[in-house]
DNA sequence: TCCATTTTGTTAACATGTTAATTACAAGAC
DNA sequence: GTCTTGTAATTAACATGTTAACAAAATGGA
C-alpha cells in the first residue's frame, strides 16, 4: 500500500486523480460492498439482481409497459428485452399486449413470480435493515441524499 | 395466507423499499450520472472506461503486475485478462514475466499508451474540475468518505 | 525430495452494459 | 389518405460482469 513516490512520466497537473479519491470507482466499489450481501442471497433463489430488480416493481404495480420499466430499474432498453425474455421463458412473468398502443409491451407478474417476492423480499429486507442498523438512518440518508444530488449533475451543467 | 386473493399484492412489512432510496440503485443512478460525462470523451479515443482504467493506473506507477492492477483499477480477474489482451494487441501496453514469480504478468505502459494518456488525462481532469467546482469541495468529501464507509461494510458484519 | 495446498492467471459460459441500426407502430402535417 | 417524423421495442455486435473450473507455478511441510 506504498503511497508510491510517483514516477517521472507526468506533469502534476496532468496526472490523473487517485484512484482511491476517485467518484466514478468510489461508487462502484461502495455499490460492490454492498451488492455482496445481497447477491449470494439472491443467487440461491436462481435470480441475478437485475431480475429481481424487476420482478420487484412488479410487486409494487400491477402493470408496467418496459419503457417505465426501464426507468424505475434502470436497465437500458437492450438489456431489459433480454431479462423479459428470460423471466417470461421461465413464467415469472408475462407479457401483455397495449390495446392503445401497438408499440408498447405490458409486464405482468405471475402467480410464480409472487412466490419469489415471497420469498425473497423477507431476506432482502433483512440484509437492508442490518446495513441501516449499521451505518445509522440518518446517515444513509445523507448519503442516499448526496447520491440524488450527484444524478441530477446531467440537466444541469 | 394460501387464501388471501392478495388485491394490494404484499403487506407493508414485506414490500421491497422503494426504488428511489434504494442504496444499490441509487448508487448506480450516480455512477451512470457521473459517468455520461466522462465516456463520450473516452470514446473518441477508442477506449473505454475500464481501459482507461487500466492505463491510467500504469501512468502513476511504471510496473504493476495483474493482481495489483485488478485491486486498484477495481476490476475482476477475467475481465482484466481479457482487458490487457486487448490493449496489448492494440499496442497500448506490453506484458513482461516475472523472473521471479512464473505466475505472475507484469504489465507496462507503451509509447502509444503514454500518448493516450497525454491526451485524455487534461481533458479528464477538465470534466472532474467542473464536477468538483458544481458540488464543492466540501460536499464530495464528504461524499467520498461516507462512500468509503460502506465499501467497508464488508469486513464487519 | 515429494506431495498436498495455495496462489496467479486463464478459459468457459452465461448475464448484463453499451452503442448503433432496425422494425413496427403512432402522431401530425400536408 | 399519404408522407414525414417521432417513439417503443428489438436486434446486432462488442465489452464487461460474474461464477465456476482449470492449468501452471509457488509454497510449506512430511
Redesign the interface.
Known amino acids: 500500500m506504498t503511497e508510491?513516490p510517483?514516477?517521472k512520466?507526468?506533469q502534476d497537473?496532468?496526472?490523473?486523480?487517485?484512484?482511491r479519491?476517485s467518484?466514478?470507482?468510489?461508487?462502484?466499489?461502495?455499490?460492490?460492498?454492498?451488492?455482496?450481501?445481497?447477491r449470494p442471497m439472491l443467487s440461491t433463489h436462481d435470480i441475478t439482481?437485475q431480475q429481481w430488480?424487476v420482478i420487484?416493481?412488479l410487486?409494487?404495480q400491477?402493470t408496467v409497459d418496459a419503457s417505465e420499466m426501464a426507468d424505475?430499474?434502470?436497465i437500458l432498453a437492450p438489456s431489459l428485452t433480454r431479462i423479459i425474455r428470460s423471466l417470461e421463458e421461465r413464467g415469472i412473468i408475462a407479457k401483455l399486449k397495449d390495446e392503445n398502443d401497438g408499440r408498447r409491451v405490458l409486464l405482468k407478474i405471475t402467480p410464480a413470480g409472487?412466490a419469489i417476492?415471497?420469498e425473497v423480499?423477507?431476506e432482502?429486507?433483512m440484509i437492508?435493515d442490518?446495513?441501516e442498523k449499521?451505518?445509522g438512518r440518518e446517515?444513509?440518508d445523507?448519503?442516499?441524499d448526496?447520491?440524488?444530488?450527484?444524478?441530477?449533475?446531467?440537466e444541469?451543467?
Do not use: C, G, Q
Open positions: 508510491s510517483t514516477p512520466m507526468l497537473a496532468f496526472l490523473p486523480r487517485n484512484t479519491r467518484l466514478p470507482i468510489a461508487l462502484l466499489r461502495a455499490r460492490e460492498a454492498v451488492m455482496s450481501h445481497f439482481e430488480r420487484r416493481i410487486a409494487e400491477e424505475k430499474a434502470f409472487m417476492i415471497n423480499a423477507p432482502s429486507r437492508y442490518r446495513l449499521h451505518f446517515k444513509l445523507l448519503l442516499l448526496l447520491l440524488d444530488e450527484v444524478s441530477t449533475f446531467n444541469e451543467s
